[in-house]
Structures are given as structure tokens and as C-alpha cells.
């Protein structure tokens, strides 16, 4: 039956495709945001489609993600291969063309659009260049930074012990560096004392947090009224915040 529905359906796309001034595109989007299943179904179906005269596939993805589930489901491994280069020689026989978005780094107008209506324009600036210097040490995305921003937006009310740029700071520096909290490990964490009051020397950025330094100033200028108490305090929430993006 299945064999059958696949069949009809192929030899109907060939025929309202058969004249020279008609052709069909289908159009797959995000096709990296669904299950490992769906995206090897997706594979291991196009194969009975992808030579139809007058029908073009388009579909977005990130190889990142895509490559290695695909890969899990080729039986002979080559040796010197890794599964993002297995699952791409995989998929890269089914392209033509390859179109590579470029890497966004300045989210500004995206930020100010998302946040007009909740904080004033000095504390969307201020939080912008945390973003965007982030932006430039890590990959990032629209969706993903949109996914962030609306986190912050439905939680803020929870956190009655930071403010709104203090809870963004902390909750997007643990979610693009998990162990930045090391930075703060020489104070103590009942500590009520205002970052902006302590000494430099009380801030750890050693090569094995991998932060650049300028992310960290950004970060330490934006949680200056802030303390290791008041953190301490929000942290596992904010993980537990984390645990489901």
C-alpha cells in the first residue's frame, strides 16, 4: 500500500510537470529542528522523488546537526572519518547547490524590536553589546537568541532579587559559557557585597573558561550592583530555566 501511495503520487507530480512551462518546488525549512526519525524518513524518502523532471527540492539546514544523525544510519563507517563528514557525503549527493547564509554578528535591531515594549532604550543598548560581543566569540542565531529573549521575558517576574538586565546577563552568559560562574569562585557566595566594590583581583578568567575578556567586562559592568549572595541564589533556577531550550 505504501509502495502504491508513493508510486501514484510520483506519476501525478510527473505529469503536472510534464509540459516545459510548468515545474513544482518544494520547500523544506528548518528541517535541523525536527526529531533524528523525521530527518532520516526525510532522506530516505526524497530518493524516490529527487529525479523527477521539473521538480526542485530547497531545503535549510544546519549541518551541525543534521550530518551526524543522518550518519547513524550508514552501515559501513570509512575509517578517518568523523559523522559530520560521514552524514555529509551522505547528503551532499542529493545537492546542487549549496548557498551558505552568512554568520550574523550585529542583532541590534533584532534586540530593540523584541524588547521595546518591556525595558527603555539605554538598558536594550547596554544588554546589545553583551550580545553582540557574544555574537562574535560564539555561533548564534536569530531563533536561538529569540528562544533566549522570550525565556527572559516570561521569567523576569521570578527573580525579585535581580534586575531585568541581571537576570538577561546571567541567564544568557549560562547559556553560551555554562561555567562562567567559575569567574566569581574567590568570593564567597553569601557575600552581599556589590561587585562594583570589590577588587579585580576577585574575578577569575583563566584560559580554561574560554571567555574573551571583553565579554567579561561587559558582563561584570552589567551585574556591578549586583552580589554573589543574589546570584548564588538564582543560579539553580535559572539552570532549571535552561534544562528544557
Not at 23 to 45: G, K, P, Y
Not at 81 to 88: E, H, M, R, S
Not at 104 to 109: A, F, G, Q, V
Amino acid at each position: 500500500m505504501i509502495w502504491y501511495c508513493e508510486y501514484h503520487f510520483k506519476d501525478l507530480i510527473s505529469k503536472q510537470t510534464d509540459s516545459k512551462n510548468k515545474s513544482l518546488v518544494i520547500i523544506i525549512d528548518e528541517l535541523d529542528r525536527c526529531s533524528d526519525t523525521t530527518i532520516i524518513n526525510f532522506f530516505s524518502s526524497i530518493e524516490a522523488f529527487i529525479d523527477i523532471p521539473g521538480i526542485t527540492f530547497v531545503f535549510s539546514i544546519n549541518p551541525e546537526i543534521v550530518y551526524p544523525v543522518v550518519a547513524e544510519t550508514i552501515p559501513y563507517k570509512q575509517p578517518g572519518y568523523t559523522q559530520t563528514k560521514l552524514g555529509a557525503a551522505f547528503v551532499e549527493k542529493y545537492i546542487n547547490i549549496f548557498v551558505t547564509l552568512p554568520i550574523n554578528t550585529d542583532y541590534s535591531s533584532y534586540v530593540k524590536e523584541i524588547l521595546a515594549e518591556i525595558i527603555d532604550d539605554e538598558m536594550i543598548v547596554k544588554l546589545i553589546v553583551l550580545i553582540n560581543s557574544i555574537s562574535f566569540s560564539k555561533k548564534t542565531s536569530p531563533r536561538e537568541l529569540k528562544k533566549l529573549l522570550d525565556l527572559i521575558i516570561i521569567y523576569k517576574d521570578d527573580f525579585i532579587d535581580l534586575t531585568f538586565l541581571e537576570f538577561s546577563t546571567l541567564l544568557i552568559m549560562k547559556y553560551y559559557y555554562k561555567d562562567f560562574i567559575n569567574i566569581f569562585s574567590k568570593i564567597n557566595h553569601l557575600s552581599n557585597v556589590q561587585f562594583k566594590d570589590l577588587s579585580k583581583l576577585n574575578f577569575k578568567n583563566d584560559s580554561e573558561l574560554d571567555i574573551p575578556q571583553n565579554i567579561v567586562n561587559c558582563m561584570l559592568e552589567l551585574l556591578a550592583e549586583s552580589n554573589m549572595k543574589s546570584i548564588h541564589r538564582s543560579l539553580s533556577k535559572i539552570d532549571r530555566i535552561l534544562a528544557f531550550t
